[in-house]
């Protein structure tokens, strides 16, 4: 093994102890996206103390950061995230993600100036939120300009080394309708809850005309006050997906005017709120995917051969817009959660374990160790560094 592999491993061997309780100490606190302010201010904490360069608050987001160390022309970003789920807690294992993106930080460190690379990790928020974003309002406001590459891996019940990551939208919809005595005077209300139930049952007629590709889903946010008073204000909040932004924006016209109809219909007004920052569908880098899967591999990780699976389970992420803007790459890291999957309360529990805790730890030295490998690989060296 080349020296500076064995010295990464050494100094994220002396931090694993740190490492694990700070994924412990996040996940019995979770944040919810933008409102993360402790687990930023403790990676803060555990960055500074290992020597790293850290701002905080970058791009204008009180719970982003940017920390720094090294000084080679190469930047590789390794990307932190730590929000968690409402009512389920860190059920995505972000507590995971936050900690090996430190450690893998840390460990790459260890050997930046031998390697000529300047290691970047970033606090990037809000990941859950499925509009303007952490990572979409950084790329935006320059947080990722002199990066090279991004990269960052995310638990889930089985290894892959490129997960199918699809673009995806959501908004709020709301109704306008107005009140009456729903018995009295029912004919002078304007019944917003209907213009819901219409928009739902024409979403329902749509999914035989999307792509196979396509979901919609969504949740009523507000569905009336009493049964005896008309319901004169509703809201829904939907995601929607398709394989890239192009077919999004096709299922986007489609479902808007499933909400029409309901407008239509009852005679109601519609607003729609949010869905203009989407997530894009993911880029993999699959040069840097190979080089992960090699160092994972070497570390006893298995990847399954998913068949079938691997298109179907698609998710989004932000880190999809990161891979339209330079080489990324989103491996999955198996935590051996199953039945348990991602957005279940089982899941939030099986991030904790004795399993999980070696998951982060494989994560990190495996993106570590990549980093070594990319700066020492002449022909990715220089694609990297030579990217226009
Ligand atoms: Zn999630
Ligand atoms: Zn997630």
Redo the contacts with the bound molecule.
């Keep these: 093994m080349p020296t500076a592999k064995q010295a990464a491993q050494e100094r994220l061997e002396s931090a694993r102890g740190d490492l694990v309780s700070l994924s412990h100490r996040i996940h019995s606190r979770p944040e919810l996206g933008f409102e993360e302010e402790h687990a930023s201010a403790w990676l803060c904490e555990t960055l500074d103390a290992a020597g790293f360069e850290v701002e905080k608050g970058a791009a204008g987001l009180a719970t982003a950061f940017v920390a720094r160390a090294g000084n080679g022309p190469l930047h590789i970003g390794i990307c932190a995230e730590y929000d968690s789920?409402p009512g389920i807690g860190h059920?995505?294992?972000?507590n995971l993600i936050a900690a090996m993106s430190a450690g893998a930080g840390i460990a790459a460190a260890r050997v930046a100036d031998e390697l000529g690379v300047t290691v970047v990790v970033l606090g990037t928020p809000a990941?859950?939120v499925g509009n303007a974003s952490g990572k979409i309002v950084m790329l935006e406001r320059g947080a990722f300009d002199c990066l090279h590459a991004s990269m960052m891996v995310?638990p889930a019940p089985f290894e892959a080394a490129t997960m199918k990551i699809i673009a995806a939208s959501m908004f709020d919809v709301c109704y306008h309708g107005k009140e009456a005595h729903a018995s009295a005077f029912p004919e002078l209300g304007i019944n917003a809850a209907d213009a819901l139930t219409i928009a739902q049952t024409s979403l329902g007629l749509l999914r035989q005309h999307i792509r196979q590709t396509d979901r919609i889903h969504g949740i009523v946010t507000k569905g009336g006050d009493a049964p005896n008073i008309v319901p004169a204000h509703t809201s829904a909040r939907y995601i929607i997906r398709s394989d890239n932004l192009e077919e999004l924006q096709e299922l986007r016209a489609k479902v808007r005017r499933c909400f029409e109809a309901g407008a239509l219909a009852t005679g109601s007004k519609l607003e729609i709120q949010g869905g203009d920052q989407p997530y894009a569908h993911m880029h993999h880098d699959l040069g840097l995917a190979a080089i992960y899967q090699r160092n994972a591999e070497a570390l006893g990780r298995k990847f399954p051969d998913l068949g079938p699976l691997r298109d179907r389970v698609a998710?989004s992420?932000d880190m999809g817009n990161v891979s339209q803007a330079m080489p990324a790459i989103h491996p999955a890291v198996g935590i051996d959660s199953l039945p348990a999957v991602?957005?279940q309360p089982e899941f939030t529990a099986a991030c904790i374990t004795p399993t999980a805790d070696q998951a982060l730890f494989d994560g990190a030295l495996a993106m570590a160790w990549s980093i070594v490998d990319l700066a020492s690989d002449a022909s990715t060296r220089t694609r990297l560094l030579t990217r226009s």
């Design positions: 789920l059920a995505c294992g972000h990941e859950e995310h998710a992420t991602n957005h």
